[in-house]
């Protein structure tokens, strides 16, 4: 027989020996009132009455104290009042960075402890006039900005602010040879990485929006294509690593997604750790996408017949004469040869120096958000 209660083995224990509430409230030494209350299910069988049971039925302790466990568990889960916002407030305050987007001043609040005007200022920032209808919160099929990944909510609070920027940007027409051209005008840049600065007002030129927006903890974002609508394609990127070579590759695999019109079809490209291998959980053609786009990117920086070529004469021994006269060669920096040796080799500790940061450069000629500066945005 099932037992949903400790009273209702205790009684059937009774039962079978024939025995009276009474007799064994003798055996117990306790009043018939308190034992009553027992099996009736109105106070608790404790650890140490379960032992004292088990002494006198021969039934081990534990099963009392699991009847009683479950009894509890049944008993609480109908005379809990059930809150349809937990799950939800378990996004905002654990997946959601929202003391680095308070940091950062994508939310006003005085902490993360001011609930409510975190939650206020989440609305705002996601454009819902309720929380629980922010993306983050919605399941994926019912979210408005898909992603190329599945995209974590820290990915997804950089995307919307990203977006943000872009839709205030006033930029030239965009024209399918327009991102050919631009590709053109920043090849001869390559060389130095003073030149980095003029990459946003030709991207503008060219009628794509560029973005540039440091990346929240736990982000792991290199960059983003998107479209506004069909003729307005954004670049994001965070510049997470800052090296010439980095910067370059990450450019021009996110222009590769623009001029292949990528993410047109309202899927964002969201390029997290790119360049570095295959990324999980892409379907077919996302992942025929990226390949095509990190392709690109790597030519761009270095054909990669040339490289093939170098690596082939001087491998495995690469000096600095060699790296500074190839580099010379193909008019480009340094930093940009040294960056595929250390990815063609995985020695990572060779040609550091010449990873120079272009940060600097690009930060004072772009829209940008972060490290100490918080982009303004028009409500």
């Known amino acids: 027989m099932e037992y949903r209660t400790p009273g209702q083995l205790i009684e059937a224990l009774l039962e079978s020996r024939g025995w009276t509430k009474r007799a064994l409230a003798l055996i117990l030494d306790m009043g018939e009132g308190s034992l009553n209350k027992i099996i009736s299910g109105q106070s608790r069988v ?41 799950a939800g407030r378990a996004t905002i305050y654990g997946d959601l960075p929202v003391a680095n987007m308070i940091e950062r001043g994508w939310v006003v609040a005085e902490s993360i402890k001011d609930t409510e005007n975190v939650e206020r200022e989440l609305c705002r920032f996601f454009k819902v006039n309720r929380l629980e209808d922010a993306e983050i919160l ?12 599945e995209a974590t909510p820290a990915q997804l609070a950089w995307l919307y602010r990203v977006k943000a920027i872009a ?40 009628g794509i929006r560029f973005v540039v927006v440091e990346g929240l903890r736990g982000g792991k974002i290199d960059g983003v294509c998107f479209w506004l609508n069909e003729k307005s394609p954004v670049i994001g990127m965070t510049l997470r690593f800052d090296r010439i070579d980095n910067f370059l590759f990450v450019l021009r695999h996110e222009l590769e997604h623009v001029k292949n019109r990528d993410g047109m079809d309202g899927h964002a490209m969201l390029d997290i750790d790119i360049g570095h291998g295959e990324r999980a959980d892409l379907s077919p053609s996302v992942e025929q996408q990226e390949a095509i786009a990190d392709a690109a990117a790597s030519e761009f920086c270095v054909p990669a017949a040339m490289m093939d070529a170098f690596i082939r004469r001087k491998a495995p021994y690469f000096s600095e004469r060699d790296l500074i006269g190839f580099a010379r060669s193909l008019q480009v920096h340094p930093g940009l040869v040294a960056g595929q040796i250390q990815r063609r080799t995985n020695q990572y500790n060779k040609f550091r120096k010449h990873l120079v940061g272009v940060r600097e450069h690009i930060i ?5 958000d972060g490290w100490g500066d918080i982009h303004p945005i028009d409500d």
């Open 46 to 86: 404790s650890a140490s009455f379960a032992l004292v049971l088990e002494e006198v039925f021969g039934v081990e302790a534990k099963k009392f104290l699991e009847l009683q466990h479950e009894y509890d568990l049944a008993k609480a889960r109908i005379e809990a009042m059930p809150d349809p916002y937990r």
């Open 138 to 149: 919605l399941p994926h099929a019912a979210k408005k900005t898909q992603t190329s990944v």
């Open 167 to 206: 839709e205030g940007m006033l930029v030239a027409p965009y024209s399918p040879q327009s991102v050919d051209a631009a590709i053109a005008a920043i090849k001869p840049l390559r060389s130095h990485p003073e030149h980095m600065r003029r990459i946003p007002r030709i991207l503008a030129e060219a």
């Open 364 to 368: 004072p000629a772009a829209e940008v």
